[in-house]
């Protein structure tokens, strides 16, 4: 696949974490809109959306990542893959090839990975030999509904693979979450918000969140009240499973 040349990988987001992109677009052409591909096309990385769903990769990230965590003073706790793009995105093995790499690589150095995806975890991540530190694995899930998902999220995984690949490494021992945002309004799709939860009852964590950035999920009527009434349920069925509710 095409490669990109970079200077440095490891960067501290303004939200706070730490994170490594080790591509430039995304596979998944997700029309939420997906923020990342909008500043891409603002700053001239993508140039049109064909472009940003051909992803780059970019060479030597391990080696990359690798110098930078040794020259650290302060290691960060702990690295976020990724913010802009999808670090097991379908139909670029290079990239999940290299995302492996760099989850090795900063745990050589001591330092815990926390990925998120909307494509397949490959079982390998529950090596704990080549993966030694508590990394923690997570989702995207809002629908399970296949209909949804080829209109938001067209060149993700299905939803019923991705969640199987997710509970593998459950059964194997990894800590897992499941990220279920942008959540739909009811005028976008009419669905049943416990059957997302049943389907990934299994993970230690469930991050809940709305649909801000669209203008037909914030035009629908009632919408803070129906987002505190789904975000209740959540609550309720974190508390009698022990999950954690973020
Ligand atoms: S998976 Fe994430 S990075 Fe990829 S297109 Fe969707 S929102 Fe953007």
């Known amino acids: 696949m095409e490669t990109i040349a970079r200077k440095t990988l490891l960067y501290k987001s303004g939200l706070g974490f730490w994170c490594v992109n080790h591509a ?28 940003w769903c051909r992803p780059k990769l ?4 391990a080696e990359l990542l690798d110098t930078e965590l040794e020259h650290k003073r302060k290691k960060p706790e702990s690295i976020n893959l990724c913010l802009t793009t999808d670090p097991f995105m379908v139909g670029y093995p290079e990239i999940s ?5 760099l989850i090795a690589v900063a745990n050589g150095q001591g330092v815990a990975c926390s990925t998120l995806t909307k494509g397949l975890y490959p079982i390998e991540l529950a090596d704990r ?10 989702i995207s899930l809002v629908s399970l509904d296949e209909g949804f998902r080829k209109r938001w999220e067209p060149g993700a995984a299905p939803y019923a693979e991705r ?9 194997a021992g990894s800590a897992t ?19 997302i ?9 469930i991050y809940f969140g709305g649909w ?22 959540v609550g309720r069925f974190c508390a009698e499973r022990g999950i954690e509710f973020r």
């Open 24 to 51: 430039v677009g995304c596979s998944h052409g997700c029309k939420y809109p997906c923020y990342a591909y909008m500043m891409a096309k603002t700053y001239g990385r993508a140039k049109d959306y064909a472009d």
């Open 58 to 61: 970019v060479a030597h990230a």
């Open 97 to 101: 090839a290299m995302s492996l790499k």
């Open 129 to 138: 030999g080549r993966f030694p530190l508590e990394n923690v694995h997570g």
């Open 163 to 171: 969640i199987l690949a997710l509970k593998a490494l459950h059964d």
């Open 177 to 195: 979450y499941a990220h279920i945002e942008p959540y739909p309004t009811p005028n976008l799709i009419a669905q049943d918000l416990s059957a």
């Open 197 to 205: 939860l049943q389907a990934v009852g299994f993970v230690d964590k």
């Open 212 to 233: 801000n950035y669209n203008a037909l999920a914030t035009g629908f009527p009632d919408r803070l009240s129906f987002y505190d009434g789904q975000a209740e349920i």
